[in-house]
């Protein structure tokens, strides 16, 4: 594991989102063409390996938030989830208790919905405290493409 490189790119995807440089001349297919800009260019990325090819461990996640919360980041950014929809199963979700105790030391959590709804028992990072968000379309289809690595900045 030694690396926080990701597997697959969805990692550096994010950060790019998140804090990657403006790209002039972006479209999606010749169309809405413009200048792409990320939520807060130039901002620092501190990256926490969590996944191994094996899957996320409970004990990993907690790893990492007490790595956050220890670094003093200001925002942190799941692009992970566990299935947890009542009180109950919050005490027991290891998401769930991180991102709490980030909360308790001022630290904003944002944290993906999943890709598998539209269910309740099929989104994640439900706990009240996790600023959750997902995206769809007005007919529940969601978009499959991808502009790929290529295009990452």
Not at 66 to 89: C, F, H, K, R, Y
Not at 130 to 149: K, M, Y
């Amino acid at each position: 594991m030694g690396t926080p490189r990701d597997h697959d790119g969805h990692g550096t995807h994010v950060a790019a989102t998140a804090a990657g440089s403006p790209v002039a001349g972006a479209s999606y297919y010749g169309l809405a063409g413009g200048t792409a800009k990320s939520g807060s260019p130039g901002s620092m990325i501190a990256v926490y390996r969590i996944c191994t090819p094996c899957g996320c461990s409970g004990s990993a996640i907690m790893k990492a938030f007490d790595d956050a919360i220890a670094d003093e980041v200001d925002i942190i950014n799941l692009s992970i989830g566990q299935p947890a929809g009542t009180e109950d199963e919050f005490s027991r979700n290891s998401i769930a208790i991180g991102s709490f105790h980030a909360l308790e030391k001022g630290i904003f959590v944002v944290g993906s919905a999943g890709n598998d709804g539209p269910l309740r028992e099929t989104v994640v990072n439900v706990a009240p405290w996790i600023f959750t968000v997902a995206a769809t379309t007005i007919d529940r289809n969601i978009e499959t493409h991808s502009l790929g690595r290529e295009h990452a900045n």
